[in-house]
Every structure is written in C-alpha cells, then in structure tokens.
C-alpha cells in the first residue's frame, strides 16, 4: 500500500527556517520523480519543487528559488524541503506527492507569522 507521510511543519517567525520531510512507502521510492505542493488559504494548490528519481534534476516555483531546496535521501526513502528565510505568503499546507503515482500525503501546516 503506497504511503506518503509528511513532517516538520510548524510555527515560524519570519525569516526563519523549517525542514520539511517526507517518508515513503509500499514502491520503488528511487524510481520515482517526487514533488512538494502547497496549498495557502483560499488559493489553488501549486507545485513548489521536484527532484527526479536519481535527484539529478529540480525544479522550483519563481516564488521560492533562492530559498527553498529540495532533496532526497533514497537509501532512507524520503524526500525533503529545507525552506530559508521564510515569509508569511509561505504559509500554507504543504504536500508531498508522487505524480505517476497520482499519490498524496495528509499535509503539514506550515505557518509564517510574527
């Protein structure tokens, strides 16, 4: 049974930092391109990072370049967001997502408030 399970979400000041984790199960973690996507109240859900299989290849979002950076660990079979020099229009729940598996996690609420 496929699993994704997300961690590390919480309560910030602005300009701190979180590291985001999130813990897979039940496939073949190191063949799969994995993504993080957030959704803020009353937006739509957006892609903010992927990382192909190997982790040879990301991408982020305009919006967190230079701040955010994903990883991956597939010898632990879990990916991660490390997110600096947050900002309040970063709050939002944030998802880990296997795109060809069209799988979610539950969330971490990340909030970025003074």
């Known amino acids: 049974q496929v699993q994704l399970v997300e961690s590390g979400g919480g309560l910030v000041q602005p300009g701190g930092s979180l590291r985001l984790s999130c813990a897979a199960f039940?496939?073949?973690?190191?063949?799969?391109?994995m993504s993080w996507y957030r959704q803020a109240p009353g937006k739509e859900r957006e892609m903010v990072a992927s990382i192909s299989n190997t982790g040879g290849t990301t991408n982020y979002a305009d919006s967190v370049k230079g701040r955010f950076t994903i990883s991956r660990d597939n010898a632990k079979n879990t990916v991660y967001l490390q997110m600096n020099n947050l900002e309040p229009e970063d709050t939002a729940v944030y998802y880990c997502?296997?795109?060809?598996?069209?799988?979610w996690g539950q969330g971490t609420q990340v909030t970025v408030s003074s």
């Open positions: 997502y296997a795109p060809r598996l069209l799988h």
């Open positions: 039940g496939f073949r973690f190191s063949s799969f391109t």
